[in-house]
């Protein structure tokens, strides 16, 4: 039987936006293994909006095998629809896989036992895996039942008794090669649609074991990479595509998702093929990529290739000693750190550090202390996350919650909710997360005053909106760390409170104690259109930060220019040059940012008394005295066309309401954003 119909899933919602926006390359690379080594005639059918599998699934026939990826962002979706399926066609196999699945086997039980509509679930790394159910489906005539019996490792279900079938998983794959390429197949062409982003992987597992990610566990620990020959080919494919249909309403960024990319020798290889796509094909723009935390100096010369479209990570999601032990997770030093931040600044790269407030052992004191030394280190974007609970890893299991005395809550993640019509019924779904809000060390209310941290460091910090200030006090040795402490406590007294105070109610009410309730609260469609209008579900911290930044910039200078002049005074810096300087500077960059995403094609123009723009593009400048103007210099601020078009296709892509800008915040390198700047 070579003429099987199996269709392969990677849902993702997409009534408020596109919410998994990558294409679904996992599942092109298990479609085109299982073809090659079993010899089948029939196609793998793929899909990845869910209106299109309705279709398919409402017009018929059924497909003998459906599969679905599992993710923390779409199993609800893909549940509710594998569900209504079996309904309807009891004899289709439904097969699940991917990380979001639970590590202890007891777990596990639970699991399939609230999935009844799992037929088999495949553990681990998901081609020969899937290509061996495939064959013992086959071998079998698709009785299920003797399949089960079968015990293939990797292949997890429950038993006729309702316990678990657990065998080992199966060895990883050691040549990738072995896997045809989806992209130059011309398998994945049809999700060249403008609004998915190219996936690119040019190697698998991760050598570091922290707790509280699914690659920590020791199956992945080893690196099996694909060769050089087969990443060109796939980069300049995608490279090739992504300019035919490149228009105002196209995306034109790639997400990388190796685990640590930069540390291994190859990567200069790829860096070395995106730097020629992007001669050629004007594309990427940018790349979504979490870079290497050791070689540090090969990191560096990956985003020197590539132009400052790649953004350096140095994610150390915490300083503390007694947490860095608590996950078992090793960090590079200190002095490393300050040297890739200041490298980062020094070529004019995007860099970021990523932190996880509410690890085993974190406090406010731990949480507030990391983040003054990363923003020391002088990266340009801080990533505050709090502690997600993920399926797969160490930490997300009942013994590890018990054991650091977690208080877990659950809420809805944010684009990930829609309502679907399928076999006469309406599907409301929703993805609900785990994340721990105190600990044994983290009481509740110091949580909160993290976050309100965060989203301080979120607006005065993050994508440098008033970069010039930050500069002056590296010049003058005064902490930008504790001048955004000064100004998160002056903000009590102005109007950005009233959007400090939405922002920390939102964190509460975002939070529900019961899972079984939030889950109850999302079955009604009503429910899911408010999730829909952005009225609730969404990311707090960009939320509100946009909404300082777009409505409040006049607001910000000012509470920039009291602080700044207070700490300069502190500091015995003060003279009456000096707060010109500073009240110019900021109006400067103010102006710099000012109404981009609603009037992009306005022109703004401002008088100084000082060469701001050396100021700020000049690297070798050691002093505000140094920029004292002859006479009043006149600048032009505009959004050039290459700009323009940038938010242009963003704003189509992601909106241009207050959520669609924070996701597009999220997503590109702001600092392009802001208006150029040319002296009259």
Known sequence: MTDMQIWLCDLTYTQQTVAADTMPMAIGCIAEYTEKRLGLTTPIVLFKYPEDLIEALETGPLPQ??????????????????????????????????????LPDEERVTFLLEHPEIDFYLAGEGEAAF?????????????????????????????????????????????????????????????????????????????????????????????????????RADVDYIGSHMHAIRSDRSRND????????????????????LRKTREDYQWPEYINVATGKNSKERVIEAAELLDGALRLSGSVQSLDANVLTNIRRKNISVEQLVELGLHSNRIGVNSYSEIILGLP????????????QVIDAGFNIVLPWQLMLINGSELATRTHKQLYQMDVRYRILPRC???????????????????????????FEDYLECRRLNLFVAIFYNDSIFSGLLKLFRLLDISIFDWILRVMEHSRQTSLEGVVTEFLQATRDELWSSRAELEAFCRDTETIQRYVRGELGRNNLYYFRTLAITQHIDTLKSMALNTALAMLQEADQDDAELRRFVGELLEYHALRIRDVFTEPDRALTGTFNFDLLRFDKDNTVTSYASVRADHPRTYHFT?????????????????????????ILSRVFVKKLYRQVEEV
């Open 639 to 663: 959004l050039n066309e290459q700009q323009r078009d940038l938010i242009r296709r963003n704003l189509i892509v992601h909106g241009s309401n207050s959520v669609g800008i924070a996701r």
């Open 361 to 372: 052992g974190d406090s406010k004191v731990a949480h507030y202390d990391t983040i003054r």
């Open 131 to 231: 290509a061996d159910l495939v064959e013992a489906l086959r071998i079998n005539r698709f009785d299920t039942k003797t399949v089960k019996q079968s015990a293939l490792p990797s292949i997890h279900c429950l038993d006729a008794d309702g316990g678990g079938s657990f065998p080992p998983k199966r060895d990883r794959l050691v040549e990738l090669d072995e896997i045809p390429s989806p992209y130059t197949s011309g398998r994945l062409d049809k999700f060249f649609d403008g609004k998915l982003m190219p996936l690119l992987q040019t190697n698998r597992g991760c050598p570091f074991s922290c707790t509280f990610c699914v690659e920590g566990d020791t199956y992945y620990s080893k690196i099996r990479k694909y060769s050089a020959e087969r990443i």
């Open 65 to 102: 095998i459906l599969g679905f990826s599992n993710y923390c962002w779409n199993l609800g979706l893909s549940s509710d629809i594998a569900r209504a399926v079996k309904d309807v066609a009891p004899h289709t196999v439904i097969v699940f896989g991917g990380p979001n699945y639970p």
């Open 254 to 273: 790639l997400f990388i998702a190796d685990s640590n990319f930069g540390m291994y020798a190859g990567d200069i290889d790829t860096c070395q093929a």
């Open 417 to 443: 909710f829609g309502s679907y019509p399928l076999f006469g019924k309406t599907i409301n779904s929703a993805e609900i997360e785990e994340v721990c809000v105190a600990n044994a060390t983290l009481p």
